[in-house]
């Protein structure tokens, strides 16, 4: 798929998803260079099972670009096992006044997005291989968002995120079609940790007669979170909250 046909596809699926206010032709061009890296490089390394074009534009730029309406302007984000970088990466470039971190525990993720943002000029994402409970040592309630896509269920990934961020700031989740009994499970988790559910926003992912089930979550950080969390990953999972 050639740049024209790219931009084309873009488009029309942003505007089916009220997202085409986001693009403009420096952005659309980024966007075409991420995926082409994205597809090559997964030849080598498993980064993504959507290893065509249109895949990668409608459920991972378009669910991705979903998140930009629910952050606000010049903050600063860390995306949680950031995989191979969604939706970090897509929402650094439509977001470019964001400070961008994607954490992933896989060092060969996290060099591919710091690859990518290096080769398409991408300079407000940096890349970090830790694990997410390490990482909180010594960045605890240092952004305004954490957001994460397609981890682990929600009451663990609270316990990995809430701590990350700021009293007054949102832990913005990407959930599917389980989110509400996810939620209803990490109710105990989201109190324990400081945290208080603002909105659960549904919506439809759609394109060409496809439609996906989706949530975003805002959980805001109404209070500090207790310094005994994130405990071990390995006791988040024995025992979640």
């Not at 694990?131 to 990934?157: K, M, Q, W």
Request: aromatic share 8%; net charge neutral; hydrophobic share 40%.
């Amino acid at each position: 798929m050639d740049f024209n046909q790219f931009n084309k596809f873009l488009y029309e699926c942003f505007e089916e998803n009220s997202l085409s206010e986001l693009l403009d032709e420096e952005k659309s061009k980024k966007l075409y260079g991420f995926a082409k890296l994205l597809i090559e490089t997964n030849k080598k390394m498993n980064l993504t099972a959507i290893t065509d074009m249109d895949g990668v534009i409608f459920k991972h730029f378009g669910d991705s670009a979903k998140i930009c309406s629910h952050i606000s302007v010049d903050a600063k984000v860390i995306d949680v096992g950031c995989g191979a970088g969604f939706p970090s990466f897509p929402l650094a470039i439509l977001r470019p006044d964001l400070e961008i971190t994607a954490l992933d525990s896989t060092a060969k993720k996290t060099a591919f997005i710091q690859n990518c943002a290096k080769e398409l000029g991408v300079v407000n994402i940096t890349s970090v291989a830790a694990r997410a409970e390490e990482f909180a040592e010594a960045h605890r309630e240092s952004f305004d968002y954490a957001t994460s896509r397609a981890v682990a269920r929600l009451n663990i990934l609270c316990e990995l995120c809430i701590p990350l961020v700021e009293v007054g700031g949102s832990f913005v989740p990407l959930k599917a079609s389980k989110a509400q009994e996810e939620l209803d499970e990490a109710r105990c988790a989201i109190r324990a940790l400081g945290g208080t559910l603002k909105s659960v926003n549904e919506y439809k992912l759609v394109h060409s007669g496809e439609e996906l089930e989706r949530y975003i979550l805002e959980i805001k950080k109404a209070s500090q979170t207790d310094k005994k969390y994130p405990r071990k990953y390995a006791q988040i999972l024995k025992k979640p909250l």
